[in-house]
């Protein structure tokens, strides 16, 4: 059974940054991709970023790239989401995902384990 616990969520400003970090639990984590994901109110929940086993491959959504940066401390079994330049509309709540194959995927279905989220709130 795997477990993910999110962190570093919060209410900041337009502008400001946040580090939302996941630690996973309960089996082999440094052989799995991970990925970010968010859900606004009222709407579905879109896929944020994603990092590979190894961490030398990651892919953005288009509307954080070059503001969030997903990475890896494999040792430490954690995943973090470096948020740059928050903007009100990167309000949601953000969850961390996990899946068993090694390499990055942008779709949710393909995900095998979810922590229970954090919510991030940017104010204009």
């Known amino acids: 059974q795997v477990q993910l616990a999110e962190s570093g969520g919060g209410l900041v400003q337009t502008g400001d940054s946040l580090r939302l970090s996941c630690v996973a639990s309960?089996?082999?984590?440094?052989?799995?991709?991970m990925g970010w994901f968010r859900q606004a109110p009222g709407k579905e929940r879109e896929f944020v970023a994603t990092i590979n086993w190894s961490g030398g491959s990651t892919v953005y959504t288009d509307s954080v790239k070059g503001r969030f940066t997903i990475s890896r401390d494999r040792a430490k079994n954690t995943v973090f989401l470096q948020m740059n330049s928050l903007k009100p509309e990167d309000t949601a709540v953000y969850y961390c995902?996990?899946?068993?194959?090694?390499?990055?995927?942008?779709?949710?279905?393909?995900?095998?384990?979810w922590g229970q989220g954090t919510q991030v709130t940017v104010s204009s």
């Open positions: 309960g089996r082999t984590f440094s052989t799995e991709a």
């Open positions: 995902a996990g899946r068993r194959l090694g390499s990055t995927s942008t779709r949710l279905r393909e995900y095998d384990y």
